[in-house]
C-alpha cells in the first residue's frame, strides 16, 4: 500500500501542478495516470502544438510545458504511479479513502484530488461482431510487451503513426505481419512511412490497402480474421489482431464514485475550495463543472492552488498556516534542496 | 454587419435543431455544435479541433457547396466508425455564407 498525504488522480498539467502547491504546504503526494507518460492532454494529443495562453510564456510547446512542469515539481519527490488506471475508492473510518487501481495496487491518503480531464484515455475499439469476447484471446489494444508475439502471426489495423511503428517493430519479432488500412495512404511521420515501404519491398510487411477487418473467428482464440477488400471478403489466418485507431478519454470507473455528475463533469464548489460532494474528494482542471467554467490549462492552476489550501486544513487540522509569496520565502524541497532569492547586499559607502 | 447563416443539426437522439451560426467568428460546425449544447461534453470535440478524433463526425443530408475534404479529415475518416460517403468532421468545415441551408446529422458516439 503506497500513503500519502494527496492522492493525485490524473498526470495532466493540473495534477502535475497540484504537486507544487502541496509541496510549498509540506504535503506530499502520489500521482496515478492510466497513461505510461504524464502530461494527459498535452502528451497524448498535442505534443509538439504551441499554446499561447500560459500566463508569461508568449509562445510554449505542449511537451516542453509538461516538462517545465516536472521540473518545477522534482524537489517536492512526488510518487508516480503511471499506467494504471483509479478503479474503485473507499473511505476509511479514520476519514482517509483507499483507491484501488485496475491493477489491484493500494493507495491510501487523506485527501484525493481528481485531476482526470476528459476521462481516462482509452483505446478506440472498431465496430466489430464479437470483438469483445476476443479480448485477450488474440485482439489486444496494446503492446506492452512484444515478446509475446514471437514467432507469431500478427495482424495490425490502422493507419496513423503507432501501426505503422508497431508494425516496423514486430516485423523482428513476429513470424507474419500484416497491415491493413481502409486506404492507401498513412498519416504518419515520413520516415516511419518509408521504412514501411522499405520492409514491405521486402516482403517482411505484407500490406492490405485498402482493406478493413470485418469479422473474427476461431474457438477458443482468435485463429482468423475476415478482411473486405472493394466489396469481397478474404479470410486471413493469424494469432493476433491488434486494432491501433488511437485513445479517447472516458470518465470510467469515477462516474461511479457516488459523485455528483453533470455534463460529464464532476460537480464542485466553486465559491470555495473545488471539493466535490464528497468531503475530502476534490475535482480540479477540465474534470469539474460549475458555473462559468472553462477548461482552460491556467484555470486549472487556479484550481489545483485553492484546492491545496483546503486540503491542508484537512490534513492538519486547527493548525495554523498563512500563504507566502515563493520569492519571500523560497522553497524548501523535500530533496532537501533550498532555492531562495539571493539577498541583497547591505554595505556601508565610506 | 456580418450575416447570420442557419443551420439544421439532427443531434444523436434524432432531434432536428435550426440554429443560427455566425459567419465572422471563426467557428467551425464541430464548435456550433458544441456553443448550442447539441451534443454532451466530453462526446464531441475531444481532440480540439485538429481533426484527430473524429468525434465530430455527421452526416451532411442536402446538397450545400461545402469546401472538399482536406488530407487530414480523410485520414481521420479513414479510421473513423460509421462513415459513410456523406460523412465530414464538423471541426473542418468553417461557417461561410456558403453553408446557408445546411442540414447535418451528428454520427453516433463511438
Ligand atoms: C488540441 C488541444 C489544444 C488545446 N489547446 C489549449 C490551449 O491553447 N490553452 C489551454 O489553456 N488549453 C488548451 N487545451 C485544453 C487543455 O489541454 C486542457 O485544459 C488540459 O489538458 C486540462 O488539464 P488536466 O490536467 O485537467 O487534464 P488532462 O490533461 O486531460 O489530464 C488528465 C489525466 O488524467 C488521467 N485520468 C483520468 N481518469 C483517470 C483514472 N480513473 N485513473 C488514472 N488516470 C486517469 C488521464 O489519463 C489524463 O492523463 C487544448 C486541448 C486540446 C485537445
Ligand atoms: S473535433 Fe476531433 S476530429 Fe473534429
Redesign the interface.
Known amino acids: 500500500m503506497i500513503k500519502t498525504d494527496i492522492l493525485i488522480i490524473g498526470a495532466g498539467p493540473t495534477g502535475l501542478f497540484a504537486v507544487f502547491e502541496a509541496g510549498l504546504l509540506k504535503l506530499k503526494c502520489h500521482i496515478l495516470d492510466s497513461l505510461p507518460q504524464p502530461g494527459g492532454q498535452l502528451s497524448e494529443?498535442?505534443p509538439k502544438?504551441p499554446i499561447y495562453d500560459i500566463p508569461g510564456f508568449p509562445e510554449v510547446l505542449a511537451g516542453d510545458l509538461v516538462n517545465n512542469l516536472m521540473e518545477q515539481i522534482k524537489q517536492f519527490e512526488p510518487g508516480f504511479t503511471l499506467g494504471e488506471r483509479a478503479e474503485t475508492i473507499e473511505k476509511q473510518e479514520d476519514g482517509s479513502f483507499i483507491v484501488t487501481s485496475n491493477k489491484g495496487k493500494k493507495f491510501q491518503a487523506s485527501v484525493v484530488a481528481i485531476a482526470g480531464g476528459?476521462?481516462s484515455f482509452e483505446p478506440?475499439k472498431?465496430?466489430i461482431e464479437d470483438i469483445e469476447f476476443y479480448e485477450n484471446k488474440g485482439v489486444k489494444y496494446f503492446i506492452k510487451n512484444p515478446e509475446k508475439f514471437r514467432n507469431k502471426r500478427v495482424v495490425i489495423a490502422?493507419?496513423?503513426d503507432s501501426a505503422l511503428d508497431w508494425s516496423v517493430f514486430l516485423s523482428n519479432v513476429a513470424s507474419e505481419v500484416t497491415l491493413i488500412?481502409?486506404?492507401n495512404?498513412?498519416?504518419g511521420a515520413l520516415d516511419s512511412v518509408e521504412k514501411v515501404q522499405e520492409l514491405k519491398n521486402a516482403g517482411k510487411i505484407k500490406m492490405i490497402t485498402p482493406g478493413e477487418v470485418v469479422g473474427l473467428n476461431g474457438a477458443e482464440h482468435l485463429e482468423s480474421i475476415d478482411v473486405d477488400i472493394n466489396g469481397a471478403h478474404r479470410n486471413i489466418p493469424t494469432d493476433y489482431f491488434i486494432p491501433l485507431?488511437?485513445l479517447?478519454?472516458k470518465?470510467g470507473p469515477i462516474a461511479n464514485w457516488g459523485l455528483e455528475i453533470e455534463?460529464?463533469?464532476i460537480k464542485v464548489n466553486n465559491a470555495l475550495d473545488y471539493q466535490t460532494n464528497i468531503p475530502g474528494i476534490f475535482a480540479i482542471g477540465d474534470v469539474n463543472?460549475y458555473p462559468g467554467k472553462l477548461k482552460l490549462i491556467l484555470c486549472g492552476f487556479h484550481e489545483a492552488t485553492l484546492m491545496c489550501q483546503a486540503a491542508y486544513q484537512i490534513i492538519n487540522p486547527g493548525k495554523k498556516y498563512l500563504m507566502k509569496y515563493t520569492t519571500v520565502s523560497g522553497i524548501d524541497g523535500f530533496d532537501g534542496t533550498r532555492k531562495e532569492a539571493p539577498k541583497a547586499v547591505v554595505k556601508a559607502i565610506d | 454587419m456580418t450575416q447570420d447563416v442557419t443551420i439544421k443539426i439532427t443531434d444523436r437522439e434524432g432531434i432536428t435543431h435550426e440554429v443560427q451560426a455566425p459567419t465572422d467568428m471563426n467557428m467551425n460546425v464541430m464548435e456550433l455544435v458544441c456553443a448550442y449544447e447539441l451534443a454532451?461534453?466530453?462526446?464531441i470535440g475531444?481532440?480540439?479541433g485538429?481533426a484527430?478524433?473524429a468525434?465530430c463526425q455527421c452526416y451532411v443530408l442536402n446538397q450545400v457547396d461545402l469546401p472538399e475534404r482536406n488530407?487530414?479529415e480523410?485520414?481521420?475518416l479513414?479510421?473513423a466508425?460509421?462513415v459513410k460517403d456523406n460523412s465530414r468532421l464538423g471541426c473542418q468545415i468553417y461557417i461561410t455564407n456558403a453553408l446557408e441551408g445546411l442540414e447535418i446529422a451528428l454520427a453516433p458516439e463511438?
Open positions: 494529443l498535442y502544438k476528459l476521462g478506440r472498431p465496430l490502422g493507419g496513423g488500412h481502409r486506404r495512404e498513412f498519416r485507431f488511437g479517447t478519454p470518465l455534463r460529464n463533469a463543472t | 454532451p461534453e466530453g462526446t475531444l481532440c480540439g485538429m484527430m478524433c468525434s488530407e487530414d480523410e485520414a481521420m479513414s479510421e466508425f460509421n463511438s
